[in-house]
């Protein structure tokens, strides 16, 4: 849902925070206090999608009110603007213009979608507003060009697709042929090139035997699980996320392809809770990051229960890793706030101020703790795992988990991912730390 505003309360709502809610370009030295802090946040509130994107909305809605109970940021409740991703990347950067321009915000974070990351950070330039991507995993958006006012608080694609890739060869390192079905947009298609890549590198000679691309947000997969069961891949890669692979693993667990070949699913924790029982054991698993809910040896093991079990308190459900990203925006928004004024003498910052607090920020999460680097890239470890059931949890989790430094997986500055990628030697594997119970 979107937060609803007339044009009247806007034009109040803008005087009332006086020269704090500025437009873009406004950088004036001396800011106001404001009453509120303006959060623009989009997310996916309907569509397949949004099975990622409401629980991390009412993640942000949890946090938020728990922040505000507490005395806000700078003492400044918090206030944020939802809006829906789905109907496209037009609709969106319209949307954009319109959180800054008409509503104020302070800050922004997007996005779900990589393609509505890579619409939106073009417009954080334009319009100097802080922008944290919170969610997307297109490695593009800081190999292609600088964004001075853009920041990503978690890993991203390269990362998630190496240390899975990774995980394979060292746990099922026979396999010989590949097939590979992902979402036909930015992120399946990045994907995809980045996986090849690497295996190419580390594994060469592997015969890719299907590159499938089904439409974003299809419902039938049935064309798609014929080929795989006739091409008998050994592996089976998928980075789909979402409605998509729910419906893709149920269609191909009916057809008892988990039985035939060894299924990568990067990016599955979201989906394990839906699928239940569906989900078979014994496939390699990753979850974008190091938060699972059975983390092995979390930074902070009481924050981390308590941010679960608070979650399944309100929602009667675990949090997913939406939820954990948005958090984590949630995190380093508060530190880059606390920086920003700390570096003011208590002042509140304008828009240049604030982005210049990002950049080479550090803060912790209950599993671990993220640093932004100079691109604006936030680091995050990988944990991968191999799906199991077990008396705690209805769904598949991880056991025999490995925790990939976020410098292990994650390309360096100032070069381009499938580049990088092309020149991994397999002693890499000989760095990856051994498995974790759990």
């Known amino acids: 849902m979107t937060h609803a505003v007339t044009r009247r309360a806007a034009m109040l709502g803008a005087a009332a925070t006086s020269g704090s809610l500025l437009l873009a370009g406004g950088n004036a030295g001396a800011q106001t206090k404001p009453t509120e802090l303006r959060v623009g946040i989009t997310t996916f509130l309907s569509g397949a999608a949004s099975v990622f994107g409401v629980p991390a909305k009412q993640t942000a809605e949890m946090l938020f009110e728990e922040i505000n109970k507490a005395g806000g940021i700078g003492g400044v409740p918090v206030k944020p603007f939802f809006v829906d991703e789905a109907p496209g990347t037009d609709h969106l950067v319209g949307e954009y213009r319109r959180l800054v321009q008409n509503e104020g915000v302070h800050i922004v974070f997007a996005s779900i979608s990589s393609g509505s990351c890579l619409a939106c950070t073009p417009l954080s330039d334009e319009m100097k507003k802080t922008t944290l991507l919170w969610d997307c995993g297109t490695q593009r958006i800081f190999e292609e060009g600088p964004h001075p006012y853009a920041f990503r608080t978690q890993g991203y694609g390269t990362p ?28 399946g298609r990045d994907s995809w090139e980045m996986w090849k890549a690497g295996m190419d590198a580390l594994k060469p ?13 299809a419902t039938d997969y049935s064309t798609e699980v014929t080929r795989l069961l006739a091409t008998r891949p050994d592996v089976i890669l998928s980075t789909s996320w979402g409605g998509d692979l729910v419906t893709f693993v149920r269609q191909a667990s009916e057809r008892k392809l988990f039985e035939r070949s060894t299924f990568v699913l990067p990016v599955a924790e979201a989906s394990m809770q839906i699928l239940g029982k569906n989900m078979a054991a014994g496939h390699v698993i990753g979850t974008r990051g190091d938060h699972w809910n059975n983390h092995p040896k979390p930074k902070d093991p009481a924050r981390l229960a308590k941010f679960v079990d608070g979650y399944r308190a309100k929602f009667n459900e675990y949090p997913i890793y939406p939820c954990h990203h948005m958090a984590q925006a949630i995190s380093a928004m508060q530190a880059g706030f606390a920086k920003a004024i700390a570096a003011k003498g208590g002042g509140w910052p304008n828009d240049q101020e604030l982005a210049n607090a990002f950049r080479g920020l550090t803060f912790d999460t209950p599993t671990s703790t993220i640093t932004l680097r100079e ?21 598949a989790v991880p056991k025999d988990m490995v925790i990939f430094p976020a410098a292990m997986v994650s390309t360096p500055v100032g070069m381009k991912s499938v580049e990088w990628l092309k020149t991994l030697k397999p002693d890499i594997l000989a760095q990856m730390a051994p498995p974790i119970a759990g």
């Open 160 to 187: 998630e697709v190496l240390a899975p890739l990774l995980y394979l060869l060292k746990n099922k390192p026979d396999f010989r042929t590949l097939a590979v079905i992902n979402q036909d947009y930015a992120w």
């Open 375 to 395: 691109d604006g890239q936030g680091l995050e470890d990988q944990i991968v795992g191999m799906s199991s059931f077990n008396d705690r949890f209805p769904f």
């Open 205 to 217: 000679g592997v015969r890719v035997v299907a590159e499938m691309f089904p439409r974003l947000g």
